[in-house]
């Protein structure tokens, strides 16, 4: 090429001309843009060789003043038609000669400037361009549509984006919902750095992000990691800073499909007739409901009376749900897909829909409900002397906290000489328990509850009222599987192996108290479920089986379904094998609310802890977790956590010291504690 010639090469993508100036080496030549910017370029840099005239640098911008009007993409169109019969190449000269009658170096420049620009019409074949056939034009239209359409798609989106960054209310479409969701699947991963124990800062390397993700991520300038995804929807106002990632790494479903909601509705406003024609009577008991306060699903009531033979009778009540459904239909399989009602510091997730569970099935104050209810004798040692069981009315009388039966207790309140005897059964009963074999082991529970930004810790009081209840749920548990042990009834026995405790001369080397209760849980194995009858060691019964929360738990249900259908003397709708079956399900099912139960805890106890970096807490080493480095689980007695301590001092198991929360990331599940020694501690 001589001096000056007018060359088109690109930068970083962008055309741009040049003049040839001299050669640079044997193959490479240098030229000066319109800037005067020098450029070494390789002959295959060269997109376009303008001939027939010689350029100065600063002619440049002229010729491009030249070219600038015949840029007109719709030309090539006309073009094209008149090509695409024979299916010739063309040259860039040639086009020029086709489109403008002419050939001047700016007219063929331009020529060029369309044909290589063109994505519809031709495609380059070697130093000239082919015309598409008709098909292949159509095919791109459509696909040049569809790519428009997502390009405007996307710039709406990130419109959506910009407002709802601001804090503007935001009416998202259903591509966008698409597009939040699968970055809502991507940042649930966060789950696995608790649930599976993935390193947080090699989740992403772990995990890569789908397509989908990486393209949004991208667009919007965000990290496309698990991370930056659960930024982008806190920072949108899609999720909360606290969103609940194990339920939705979870199978648990949150909401119930419209089809079982229809289901219930029926089932108020047109309840089946009911299967149990001889319930029995019991409307002139005294019932009384005992729960916590924000207690919904009321699934149990307790009663008592003299006979005249001069023995007392127990009665414990407990709700009929399956008066409203069969098993196999839409809301009995609703139900065993849940497993159970999920509890969460957030709220509930009920097993039945709310409206069926805190309504018609749950026992209510004042109104006449359907029971299940187990008529107990106890002996003066509180074993079990008589039973009956029956589907019956009852009319709850009282519907009580634990504080008011406490109350009760405490003040000896002649009205209701029934708290008072039901409480003394209670006490007969866990000294025969105890006497059986039973086993205590009493360790402060915390009771977690979230309400908008407020986060609450309290201790679970092993008071009076609640040890009452719980017996009296034992004894319906003990009752119903005695029935099924004598009638040989296939039901969801539930046991646990004798453990294997330490010596006592071991134990009472420990500290008396939480360390001695800690070492002695270590020991207990867990509990097992069983179609058939097998011993509970843990709670000194020979047979047991889970009766009284068949709202709430799957596993009563499955007890009431078959309980009831003996009582009516029908074949009982589960077979050993079928129970077995579903038992096997629901058990995989009910693993997996208790894991997310746990770990939600966990979450916002050490979130609680989080917003208290200054607090000073009283803790009490429970147990080493690895004594070679110093690893402990500590009790922070106030609150009731148990959680992770590394010392970097000897200390001794029970020993009681000051510390604070020096990092807690609930997000990465991380608690670090530091020592707080007591003068410092008074400052």
């Known amino acids: 090429m001589e001096k000056g010639t007018l060359v088109e090469f690109r930068v970083q993508g962008d055309r741009r001309l040049g003049v040839v100036d001299r050669p640079d080496g044997k193959t490479r030549w240098f030229v000066v843009d319109e800037r005067s910017q020098s450029h070494s370029l390789a002959p295959r840099q060269i997109t376009y060789i303008v001939t027939g005239q010689t350029f100065k640098p600063s002619e440049i911008n002229s010729f491009l003043e030249q070219v600038k009007p015949y840029l007109d993409p719709s030309s090539l169109e006309v073009a094209w038609e008149l090509l695409v019969e024979d299916g010739e190449t063309v040259t860039p000269v040639e086009m020029a000669n086709l489109l403008f009658s002419q050939t001047d170096p700016p007219l063929c420049y331009a020529a060029h400037c369309l044909l290589s620009d063109d994505k519809l019409y031709f495609k380059q074949k070697g130093e000239a361009y082919e015309p598409r056939t008709t098909t292949q034009v159509a095919e791109r239209k459509h696909q040049l549509e569809v790519e428009a359409l997502k390009a405007r798609g996307q710039q709406e989106f990130l419109a959506r984006v910009e407002q709802a960054l601001t804090g503007e209310t935001v009416e998202w479409q259903r591509h966008d919902r698409q597009r939040l969701e699968a970055i809502e699947k991507y940042a649930a991963l966060l789950a696995d750095v608790v649930r599976m124990g993935v390193n947080y800062d090699s989740l992403s390397r772990a995990y890569p992000p789908p397509a989908p993700v990486l393209e949004t991520m991208t667009m919007l300038g965000r990290a496309a990691t698990p991370q930056g995804a659960l930024q982008l929807l806190v920072d949108l106002g899609w999720w909360s800073p606290n969103e609940n990632l194990f339920l939705r790494r979870s199978s648990i479903p949150v909401q119930f499909p419209s089809k079982v909601l229809e289901v219930a509705q029926q089932r ?45 009778r127990l009665w414990v009540h407990i709700a009929d749900p399956t008066r409203l459904l069969m098993p196999e239909d839409e809301l009995d ?206 709670l000194g019964l020979d047979t047991y089986t889970q009766a009284t929360s068949p709202i709430r738990r799957y596993s009563d249900l499955l007890t009431h379904f078959q309980l009831k259908a003996h009582l009516r003397g029908e074949v009982l709708p589960f077979s050993a094998e079928q129970l077995k079956e579903v038992m096997m399900t629901v058990t995989s099912i009910t693993q997996e609310v208790t894991m997310v139960e746990r770990q939600t805890n966990r979450y916002y106890a050490l979130e609680y802890l989080r917003r208290y970096p200054d607090q000073v807490w009283q803790v009490t080493v429970l147990m080493w977790l690895r004594e070679d480095s110093n690893l402990a689980l500590i009790l922070l007695e106030d609150l009731g956590l148990q959680l992770p301590m590394s010392f970097r001092r000897s200390v001794n198991l029970g020993e009681q010291l000051l510390v604070k929360v020096s990092l807690a990331d609930p997000q990465k599940d991380m608690i670090h504690f530091q020592e707080i020694i007591y003068q410092e501690a008074l400052n």
Not at 277 to 300: A, C, G, M, P
Not at 383 to 394: A, G, K, R, T, Y
């Open 268 to 312: 108020m406003d047109s309840p089946p007739s009911d299967l149990d024609t001889n319930r029995l009577d019991l409307t002139h008991l005294k019932v009384y409901t005992i729960d916590d306060e924000s207690t919904t699903e009321i699934d149990d009531g307790l009663s008592w009376e003299s006979l005249a033979d001069g023995r007392e």
């Open 333 to 538: 399989l609703e139900a065993r897909k849940r497993g159970s009602t999920v509890y969460l510091p957030t709220g509930m997730i009920p097993m039945f829909p709310e409206v069926l569970a805190t309504g018609p099935m749950s026992l209510v104050q004042g109104r006449v409900c359907c029971a299940l209810s187990f008529g107990i004798i106890l002996d003066e040692t509180g074993q079990v002397e008589d039973f009956s069981i029956h589907p019956s009315l009852i009319k709850p009388t009282y519907r009580l906290t634990y504080e008011d039966v406490d109350e009760m207790l405490e003040l000896g309140v002649q009205a209701e000489p029934e708290i008072a005897a039901i409480a003394m059964w209670a006490q007969r009963r866990k000294n025969w328990r105890y006497a059986q074999g039973a086993i205590s082991i009493n360790m402060p529970e915390a009771m977690i509850k979230v309400k908008g930004d407020e986060i609450s810790i309290d201790i679970l009081d092993d008071s009076s009222s609640r040890q009452l209840v719980a017996e009296m749920m034992i004894l319906a548990g003990e009752v119903a599987a005695r029935y099924g042990k004598v009638h040989q009834i296939p039901l969801p026995f539930r046991g646990q192996p004798q453990p294997e405790l330490p010596p006592e001369q071991e134990l009472l080397q420990l500290p008396a108290g939480f360390v001695r209760a800690c070492a002695m849980r270590r020991c207990m194995p867990k509990s097992e479920m069983s179609i058939t009858p097998v011993r509970h060691a843990g």
